[in-house]
């Protein structure tokens, strides 16, 4: 079952990254997303296990922590958080290949000028989320609060990764290909 999972998820990536690839006619672009969301999947997890080991300290009852566990919940909010953080990041690329128009390449100016017009629609969408987020988090029930915890920091994590982590790594590599 372990092993089925595993052949799952590597198909899925690999998937993605062929889309996003063929769409953007570059190999770059499908890399660049698939890293992004393994840092948001990751940071993620990572919080949901850290917000276990703090639930019993004395200040973490204010924040509503506990001591989560992946549940079918999770995993939901796990799914979610792929799909939201895969969905900024394409509108960051789609806005990356409509400024590059007939470039081969992106340069820094195009991906820099591509981020800051996308900058004011991915924050005030991602304020939004957070918004009914943080909502269903305070005031919601034990059902699904560990969902709005992990969406929460994949909300945040996933806005910071389609500006700062995929976007950036469009370029690399392209500097070579340019001199050569």
Do not use: C, W
């Not at 062929?18 to 990751?42: K, M, N, Q, W």
């Not at 296990?49 to 300290?57: C, R």
């Amino acid at each position: 079952m372990k092993l089925d999972a595993f052949l799952a998820i590597g198909l899925s990536l690999l998937a993605v990254v062929g889309y996003i690839s063929i769409r953007f006619r570059s190999f770059r672009y499908g890399l660049a997303a698939i890293v992004a969301l393994t840092h948001d999947v990751l940071i993620a997890l990572g919080l949901v296990a850290l917000a276990g080991l703090v639930a019993d300290q004395g200040g973490a009852s204010a924040f509503l922590l506990s001591d989560f566990r992946i549940d079918l919940a999770i995993v939901a909010a796990i799914l979610t958080i792929v799909g939201y953080s895969l969905n900024d990041t394409i509108v960051v690329f789609d806005r990356i290949r409509e400024n590059r128009g007939r470039l081969a390449f992106g340069t820094p100016t195009v991906i820099n000028d591509s981020v800051n017009q996308t900058l004011s629609r991915t924050v005030l969408t991602s304020f939004t989320t957070t918004m009914a987020l943080l909502t269903i988090y305070f005031l919601g029930g034990d059902g699904v609060h560990g969902f709005a915890f992990t969406m929460l920091i994949g909300v945040l994590v996933g806005t910071y990764s389609s500006i700062a982590i995929a976007a950036p790594l469009v370029l690399v590599g392209e500097g070579k290909q340019q001199a050569a």
